[in-house]
């Protein structure tokens, strides 16, 4: 019984196959229903045009792209991002805490600490710069100069001389006399390592009264005899203990906002 069955299966199989050979149409139009039917069409087409308009929205459509590809970067060199994230990193550093606040907890904390202290410098090259160029009275090119210009005289406010210095003289300029006379080329990595240096002066003090409590509770465990205990055990809810009581997360913040006011 078994064996018949699987003769019966076999000749339809054959019959199908045979049908579909002899009628090759039928097949291809089955497959083009169900193609038709199911999977959606994607049609590219690459050519020339006769029209300006059109090659200068192609050409603003990449150049826009760009610009969006190296937004994060924008974002990190040219605003306090980086002071902000760095200082909030020691501080769970400080704390001896892993993942206790989240990266994404300090991330978004420190985005919007950026928003808060360059939303002076963003209204300005709204104001000066995209509303121009939105309403056609400024070109591309016009546009970008007058939006650099609150950029460069925020970070030329928190560079510090000497970095400035020493990208100038490799590029073998005099100190210009006006702030928006600085190239971005030489004013961009001259801010970044202030605002680097800045941070960790600021990291070392966070460490300073968490650093104590550790000599502490080490130093007690060895006069006790505990020298097996990890020290971090018993100094973690002293730490956590004193930054709640001093209000810690207040302080960090107020310190970071003055340093730009």
Not at 132 to 152: C, D, T, Y
Not at 171 to 188: D, F
Not at 248 to 261: A, D, K, N
Request: proline share 6%.
């Amino acid at each position: 019984m078994k064996k018949r069955h699987w003769q019966i299966t076999l000749l339809l199989l054959s019959v199908c196959i045979c049908f579909f050979a002899y009628h090759p149409n039928l097949y291809a139009a089955t497959v083009s229903n169900q193609t038709n039917s199911f999977l959606p069409g994607l049609h590219l087409s690459l050519g020339t045009s006769n029209s300006r308009q059109s090659v200068d929205s192609t050409v603003q459509i990449v150049l826009l792209l760009t610009v969006l590809s190296v937004a994060p970067a924008i974002l990190l060199l040219m605003t306090s991002f980086t002071r902000m994230i760095v200082v909030l990193s020691f501080v769970r550093s400080a704390l001896a805490l892993q993942q206790s606040p989240p990266n994404q907890v300090l991330i978004g904390l420190a985005l919007f600490l950026t928003f808060f202290v360059m939303e002076p410098t963003f209204q300005q090259a709204n104001q000066h710069a995209l509303q121009p160029f939105l309403a056609g009275k400024l070109s591309e090119s016009a546009a970008l100069r007058q939006a650099e210009i609150p950029f460069k005289q925020f970070m030329a406010k928190q560079t510090r001389p000497d970095d400035l210095q020493l990208f100038l003289q490799f590029r073998h300029m005099q100190t210009p006399k006006n702030v928006n006379q600085i190239p971005m080329s030489a004013l961009v990595p001259a801010y970044t390592i202030s605002e680097l240096k800045t941070a960790f002066q600021i990291g070392f003090m966070i460490y300073l009264p968490f650093l104590v409590i550790d000599l502490v509770v080490s130093t007690t465990l060895m006069s006790m005899g505990m020298m097996m205990l990890p020290p971090v055990i018993i100094s973690l809810p002293f730490k956590i203990l004193l930054f709640v009581m001093v209000d810690g997360w207040h302080l960090v913040v107020q310190s970071l906002l003055s340093g730009y006011s």
